[in-house]
């Protein structure tokens, strides 16, 4: 149940670049995540846009005059190590940089957070999902891979 919100101010990606950096962004966060790169977990991996007035995003006490962006990383307790994260922030820096046509010396426009929700603070469908259900949704997908098994599905668990 990944989330990943990008915010930027207004003209600073066309339609098609949008939806590819929607994609990328998906595709890093599984990645770094070691998740499989399925239709569920795609299907629980939001991607929120945030464009804002030209006006309402500001450096310096005045609105930018090239595009800055902060993408804002939200994962369960445990599900990046250090390492991972690093992982997350290179290739969802490389993809905000190809979707906005930067190049690598306006990475610095490029800020990423991550941020972890506790255990048992992730609900779903009416209850809390715990991370070790998604991880064992995970461990099933990657066995059934090419085997034309039925799509895996976490059944959520009312903490307690």
Known sequence: MPMIDVTY???ALEDDARAKLVDDLTTSLLRAERAPDTEFFRSITWVYLHELPAHAVNASGKPVEEPTFRVMVTTPEGALSDRRRAE???SGTAAVLEAAGLTKEDSMRVWITMREIDEGSWGAAGQVIQFKQL?????????NAGSGA?????EPVAAG
């Open 150 to 154: 039925a799509e895996v599905v976490a």
């Open 88 to 90: 997350m922030v290179e």
């Open 9 to 11: 101010p207004e003209g």
């Open 135 to 143: 991880v064992e949704a995970a461990k099933a997908e990657q066995e």
